[in-house]
């Protein structure tokens, strides 16, 4: 195993020269000028020259990009992006440049770098209805789309564990991965490992959860003034639990904070703007029912109390899904990269390093969001060689081909290792389903 780790940590140092020419594109002259070679030893990491070298680029295949993130697409058709991409909107308005941000840009990148003959489509959906997300996944596979990759997460869109409604009809439009159409869906892990507490309620005399030994707040720290989201889900339906936001300085409930109770599957969430100088906490009070698991997740801020255990939420706690986790370039897994076990499937599926140098921005392209879409193209490369392969067969593939970077075998943080196409691609043989 340490041969393996170091042969890889070498390859972003002295990685092979690809075929194609390694100067700084016309339109990219702003950029560092060490950025070629720094993509191709990334590029190399994932074994993705030999596949490139010998012409599989990714042609005749469709791979979906969902976000909800394309403001400003069209200025990067032919640049970083494709010349073309086919856009779809599973919002109501129709707008797939309705939020302003570029990060569904920026995971199109990774994917056309690594599968430059790729045909992309973009698609987006609205975060308050699932039915929007389902439509754009059915859009997809009416298009013929093999692979979709999404690195955005929906913490209470499931029970934490994998389960509910929305997860048993994206795994029915998916289909079970061994007949032709049934497209690969990759998922990011998230981000959330240090803003993620799950486990059985434990409450004290009044009634409120402890979150450590006679700790009923856990407390709240905002990413400067971005929206706080707070999300509570579990599995036992007949259970209902309050989340509550206090104000530190007064004990009493915050000002300001908007809740919503989800009864299939069953969540609590909270939204709120923080105001500055005002600090935070989150209670959690059980309503009726048993005590139980359940987990919160934090999005746009930290929490004080965290379990990085069953920190992977929405949609990459499904079994349908390939959820893919971050190491850093000394192949150790990233601080925030979110870990199993919470799914009938080992979970993550696989990692893949970041950060990755973008050309459609200065400083490089990270998080988890980074690493999903270098294991989908990865797949795209895959299926432009093979094209009879079904969905199952790479998944296979691909997790039997990964670099074990943990204990043997699989792990809760790396999952079965780091994605890495075999040179000239031997014959499969993939796992047997777990």
Not at 209 to 217: D, I, K, M, R, S
Not at 419 to 432: E, I, Y
């Amino acid at each position: 195993m340490r041969i393996t780790l170091i042969a890889i940590a070498l390859s972003f140092v002295s990685a092979p020269a690809l075929a194609a020419d390694l100067s700084i594109p016309d339109w990219a002259k702003n950029r560092d000028e060490r950025m070629p070679a720094t993509r191709a030893a990334h590029l190399a990491t994932l074994g993705a020259p030999d596949w490139i070298d010998a012409g599989y680029r990714g042609q005749n295949v469709k791979i979906l990009v969902l976000d909800t993130g394309f403001r400003g697409y069209r200025e990067q058709l032919g640049k970083s992006l494709p010349a073309k991409v086919t856009v779809h909107s599973g919002r109501k308005d129709r707008n797939l440049e309705f939020k302003d941000s570029q990060h569904g840009i920026l995971v199109a990148e990774v994917v056309h770098a690594i599968a430059p003959d790729a045909e992309i489509l973009l698609a987006n959906w609205n975060t308050e209805e699932p039915e929007t997300f389902l439509d754009s996944v059915k859009w997809a596979r009416e298009q013929g789309v093999r692979v979709i990759t999404c690195s955005v997460v929906m913490p209470s869109w499931s029970d934490g564990e994998g389960n509910g409604p929305i997860h048993k009809r994206l795994s029915e439009l998916l289909g079970d991965g061994t007949k032709p159409g049934d497209p690969l869906f990759f998922s990011c892990a998230g981000n959330t490992a240090r803003r993620h507490w799950s486990g059985m309620f434990a409450p004290n005399a009044d009634g409120f959860h402890e979150w450590t030994a006679g700790v009923t707040l856990n407390a709240i720290s905002p990413w400067y003034d971005d929206r706080v989201a707070l999300d509570l889900c579990w599995s036992d339906p007949s259970a209902r639990y309050r989340l509550e936001v206090i104000d530190t300085e007064t004990g009493k409930p915050a000002a300001g904070v908007t809740y919503r109770e989800q009864a299939d599957p069953p969540a609590s969430v909270a939204r709120f703007v923080p105001q500055s100088g005002k600090s935070f906490a989150v209670r959690v009070h059980q309503e009726k029912g048993k005590p139980g698991k359940f987990h919160l997740n934090s999005l746009a801020s930290y929490l004080t109390e965290t379990r990085l255990a069953g920190s992977i939420p929405f949609p990459g706690d499904g079994p349908e899904v390939i959820t893919v986790g971050a190491v850093s370039l000394d192949l150790k897994r990233a601080s925030f990269s979110a870990c199993g076990p919470n799914s009938p499937r080992p979970k993550p599926d696989v990692v893949a390093p970041i950060p990755f140098g973008s050309y459609t921005r200065s400083q490089p392209f990270s998080g988890t969001s980074c690493a999903t879409p270098q294991g989908a193209a990865s797949a795209v490369l895959c299926l432009s060689r093979n094209p009879e392969w079904t969905s199952a067969k790479v998944r296979g593939y691909l997790t039997n081909w990964a670099r074990d970077l943990g204990p043997t075998g699989h792990d809760c943080e790396t999952g079965y290792g780091l994605v890495h196409l075999p040179p000239l691609a031997p014959a499969p043989h993939p796992r047997p389903v777990r």
